[in-house]
């Protein structure tokens, strides 16, 4: 079992949103992180076979993303998708059903049970219009594990879940992660951090980095500073490295920052987390 | 005697609970659906209304046929024809609205990532509704063949053009616009077409004669293959996967 992504390139007219991406994933748990239009979406839409890759070939086993074996496998949850008006959560699942080819009594049974395992079973008959931002993304969440799918790619999933729920969800996919080959895109380093075995990060359309979350910490490592500064020293320090965490504590101000060199004297080195990371890629002091 | 045994034997010994009974259920693969049992579910999925006015469509065609001689006496000649004529492009509006239902709801995304994928749902709806379509308008036709002074095939064309300039704008429309602009593109055109309809042939009664049977004929053939080329595009769309229109806000 092993989806393959051999230089996937997408263009739109002269943007070059995904660029020669190659990557093979094997079951497990992935996650993409990226900063606003990086691609990540361009990438996952590309490995549904929503769009066609400019350049490159995506298969999974050999099977290319525009067969039918192939979306057979696929469970897929948008960023931001729509639903007909009339349908109430479990017309939602039923029809989404008879699109992936589940007999109906089969769809029956898994939707109630997928609506049960997103906590929905309460609301079932209940009209779509009707729901909060958070439950219609969890209705996505189900929608996409009705033909039980041996990849499963979920774009910006934990968007607007409770802390409640995206602990469920964590829980959920990191089950799910033990025999299939799950993707998932977040701005939340949280959510990933601890579920995905290797983490994916994308930056203007490129992968710069991927791996086991302790593997890509390391590039950071010993370079994660704190300190307390004077408020007067604040902005001249921010402007020269990329701030992780700022808070007021009485007339001082603490400061965590990524730096090669100790920022000033009384910064101690700390331990990196993936969050530096991140901040660290997507900070606006790193991209001048 | 057999089954004596077999009762005996269950009241002896207890079954030994099941292992893992969930667990090898869920693994069990089950026989997927066929393309047909996929072509089936879909009706459930058109909305009521094309289904109702359908029925309200032959009904006024039954009523106008075989009823109106008694309770109205200014009959004209022709004038079954407009009336039912006049209906029908808002028949066309809804058919060709509801082709396009996934890009509206913004479902083209999920749709498309199914193992039927969206080229075959729209496939499915085209059909269905083109099925339904060609019912009402048969119905209509043996109707109004038992009045009309008009040949079979002329009464079908004067039916027909109406309807088939609405459903060709309207495909057009859809295809080179989306959201809620591009519905009231629609219902205007549909409505253009059904005044036009009535004001042209109630005022002259010219048009339905013989010698203009040709340019009928004419618009009949061009209104026929937009509806085909626009059809053959949007499939064409779907199966090369160029959403620029219908994904990207
Ligand atoms: N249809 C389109 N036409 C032109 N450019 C596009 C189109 N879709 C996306 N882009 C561009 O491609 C780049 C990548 O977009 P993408 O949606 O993949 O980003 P993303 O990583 O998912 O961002 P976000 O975190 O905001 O969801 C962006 O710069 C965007 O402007
Ligand atoms: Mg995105």
């Given at each position: 079992m092993e989806l393959t992504l051999d230089r996937v390139t997408k263009h739109y007219g002269s943007k070059i949103a995904c660029d020669r991406i190659s990557l093979t994933l094997h079951p497990g748990v992935y996650g993409l992180l990226g900063a606003n239009g990086a691609g990540k979406t361009t990438l996952m839409r590309m490995m549904c076979g929503v769009l066609v890759p400019t350049f490159g070939s995506i298969t999974y086993d050999g099977i290319d993303v525009s067969c039918e074996d192939y979306r057979d496998a696929l469970g897929y949850l948008p960023q931001e998708f729509g639903y007909y008006p009339e349908f109430s959560a479990l017309d939602f699942m039923l029809y989404i059903a008879t699109l992936k080819g589940i007999p109906k009594l089969r769809a029956r049974e898994k939707a109630r049970e997928l609506l049960e395992l997103v906590s929905l079973e309460k609301e079932a008959k209940k009209k779509i219009k009707t729901f909060s931002g958070g439950m219609k993304q969890r209705l996505g969440v189900a929608q996409s594990m009705l033909n039980d799918p041996k990849i499963l790619i979920l774009d910006e999933p934990t968007a607007g879940l409770d802390p409640k729920e995206r602990v469920r969800f964590r829980n959920l996919i990191s089950r799910l992660g033990a025999d299939r080959i799950v993707l998932l895109s977040t701005h939340i380093v949280s959510d990933v951090e601890h579920i995905a075995g290797t983490i994916l990060v994308m930056k203007d359309g490129r992968l710069i980095h991927q791996g086991a979350l302790e593997e890509i910490i390391r590039t950071i490592e010993g370079r994660v500073w704190e300190c307390i500064v004077p408020q007067a020293l604040v902005d001249s320090l921010c402007e020269r490295y990329p701030a992780i965490n700022m808070r007021q504590e009485g007339k001082d101000v603490f400061l965590r920052l990524v730096g090669d060199e100790k920022p000033c004297d009384s910064a101690i080195a700390v331990q990196a987390a993936l969050e530096d990371l991140y901040l660290y890629y997507f900070s606006e002091v790193n991209a001048k | 005697m057999n089954k004596k045994l077999k009762n005996a034997l269950q009241s002896a010994f207890e079954a030994p609970k099941p292992v893992d009974k969930e667990r090898f259920l869920k693994s069990l693969r089950y026989p997927k659906t066929t393309c047909w049992d996929f072509f089936l579910s879909q009706f459930r999925y058109i909305r009521k209304r094309v289904w109702v006015l359908s029925v309200l469509i032959a009904f006024v065609g039954w009523a106008i046929a075989f009823l109106s001689p008694l309770t109205i006496d200014w009959y004209i000649e022709g004038e079954k024809i407009w009336i039912i004529s006049a209906v029908l492009p808002f028949l066309a509006l809804l058919t060709a609205t509801e082709i396009y239902r996934s890009a509206f709801y913004r479902m083209t995304e999920l749709e498309i990532c199914c193992r039927f994928s969206l080229s075959q749902v729209i496939m499915a709806r085209t059909a269905i509704l083109g099925g339904g379509n060609f019912i009402v308008l048969a119905l209509l036709l043996t109707f109004i063949g038992r009045v009309s002074p008009y040949s079979l095939l002329q009464a079908a064309i004067y039916l027909l053009v109406p309807y088939l300039i609405t459903c060709g704008i309207c495909l057009l429309i859809l295809s080179r616009t989306r959201g809620s602009e591009s519905l009231y593109g629609c219902a205007a055109a549909a409505c253009l077409v059904s005044v036009a309809n009535v004001i042209f042939s109630s005022t002259m009664?010219?048009?339905?004669s013989n010698p203009f049977l040709i340019y009928w004929l004419l618009v009949f053939a061009a209104s026929s293959s937009l509806i085909g080329i626009q059809i053959h595009h949007l499939l064409k769309q779907t199966e090369d996967r160029t959403w620029n229109l219908l994904l990207t806000e």
């Open positions: - | 009664q010219l048009l339905y």
